[in-house]
């Protein structure tokens, strides 16, 4: 590990696509990323990386000491690499030949990662070691950005690390879905996506979609429910019949579509536009694991769950199955922005002991509250949010986070808050990827 008296800069998700103003955003989708240019080769040198850092980049230090980013390497690895981008401070390499290399390290099982994809980044890893890597990179960003001295990471249950996505936007050429190279409008077409669960990857590799730009294509991994979101018109797309086909033109417009799945033994409407977790089993871990950390703090309280998408977390706490020992809420208020999400938590939570608020956290007036379950988009909570939440008078805050480096700045603003970090259990929604989530318990 780095030596923690030589800072250096996280390297986060801010140089793509940030979806979190999107009424239908999902943080975790793979991403289309923004074009650049081509970047120009400054110098090679040989590095040897210490640590996977938040944003999937490998920790090295050059002979001066500087800091190197290096995409594509491993820790434990001896690299020959091309410095692309070189500052005061740090620089951004690629790989271009690995001399020693990590017992990690594995040949990607997908053809579409030699081809350029950029869905993908850590297929180079045996997926049993990521959960390690992960875990390295959320104990780094707690003591770096969070200020936490010795901090501890529990690992979530196993999930699997192929076939499991149930939410894909890719690009469509010439009526052709496929994924984007890393860094570049550039579009690979898959044969077969690795990670797409089978459902989804029938109408990824197969589908007509005309003269659209763009699709999301989302299915219900229980349900068997399948649509595609196409971007601006449906016209001429040709899909199994079974499939709901929409444009985002005639959503927009006010035409409501959506699919069905099961999470906690709930059924849960979830429209087009609205966000949901990209895989049903990660769904339910993450439920899982939100009642684990509350606990016994849920039970006959008041619970405010905020950024709460359809109501998964509310619902499932009121009504759904938890795990033994896990107290059940009295009631909750549940806390969103986003309008498609708010009508479909409305549809979810029908019947419970539920207030729904359509509002931005930042600027939405507390309610009072026993505990709160917080979910955010990828850049986290943020000093406003964290003040509204700790205003609503709450002993225990629920955080769940989708980037380190977001979880590290968070864990500092709630500690100056008041709070104490009591646990963070690690969830590897996905697998292949850089992308964790952690569930983490704070109380005051």
């Known amino acids: 590990m780095a030596n923690d008296e030589t800072p250096y800069p996280m390297s986060d998700s801010s140089d793509v696509v940030d979806e979190s103003d999107d009424d239908f955003a999902d943080d975790d989708d793979v991403e289309l990323e923004v074009a650049r240019r081509e970047p120009q080769v400054i110098e090679r040198l040989v590095v040897e990386p210490t640590m996977l850092i938040a944003g999937g980049e490998a920790l090295a230090r050059d002979a001066d000491g500087r800091v190197v980013f290096v995409r594509g390497a491993l820790p434990g690895e001896q690299v020959e690499v091309q410095i692309t981008d070189r500052r005061k401070e740090w620089a951004r390499a690629e790989v271009e030949s690995i001399l020693i290399a990590s017992p990690s390290r594995v040949e990607p099982p997908c053809p579409s990662v030699a081809a350029g994809c950029g869905g993908c980044d850590l297929q180079h890893a045996n997926p049993t070691t990521q959960p390690e890597m992960k875990a390295a990179m959320v ?146 871990a993450l439920v899982d694991a939100v009642a684990r950390s509350g606990g016994d703090a849920f039970a006959g309280a008041h619970l405010v769950d905020a950024y709460a998408g359809v109501g998964m977390f509310a619902g499932s706490l009121l009504a759904g199955s938890l795990p033994d020992g896990v107290g059940r809420p009295a009631s909750a208020v ?6 498609s999400s708010i009508a479909d938590a409305r549809h979810n939570l029908e019947g419970l002991e539920v207030r729904i608020v359509k509002a931005d956290l930042e600027k939405w007036s507390p309610s009072n509250a026993d505990i709160v379950v917080a979910d955010p988009a990828r850049a986290g909570l943020g000093r406003k949010a964290v003040t509204a939440l700790a205003t609503t008078g709450a002993s225990v805050v629920v955080l769940v986070s989708c980037d380190p480096a977001s979880f590290g700045r968070d864990t500092k603003l709630l500690t100056e808050a008041g709070f104490r970090l009591e646990r963070a259990e690690l969830v590897d929604l996905f697998p292949q990827t850089h992308h964790v989530e952690v569930v983490s318990r704070f109380f005051r």
């Open 334 to 339: 549940v806390v969103e922005r986003s309008a």
């Open 139 to 284: 104990i780094d960003a707690l003591k770096r950005l969070g200020g936490i001295e010795n901090p501890q990471v529990e690992f979530g249950p196993s999930l699997p690390a192929e076939g499991f996505r149930t939410t894909v936007r890719a690009a469509v050429v010439d009526g052709r879905a496929g994924l984007r190279r890393h860094h570049a409008h550039d579009v690979v077409f898959p044969e077969h996506c690795l990670v797409a669960h089978p459902l989804l990857n029938e109408l990824l590799v197969s589908g007509d979609f005309a003269e659209a730009k763009e699709v999301t294509l989302r299915i219900g991994a229980v349900t068997g429910d399948r649509m595609a979101l196409v971007d601006p018109s449906s016209d001429g797309v040709v899909l199994p019949r079974d499939v709901l086909v929409v444009g985002t033109k005639a959503v927009k417009a006010g035409r409501r579509a959506w699919i069905h799945d099961e999470v906690a033994g709930r059924r849960w409407r979830i429209s087009a536009r609205s966000f949901f977790q990209t895989r049903t089993d990660g769904a339910e």
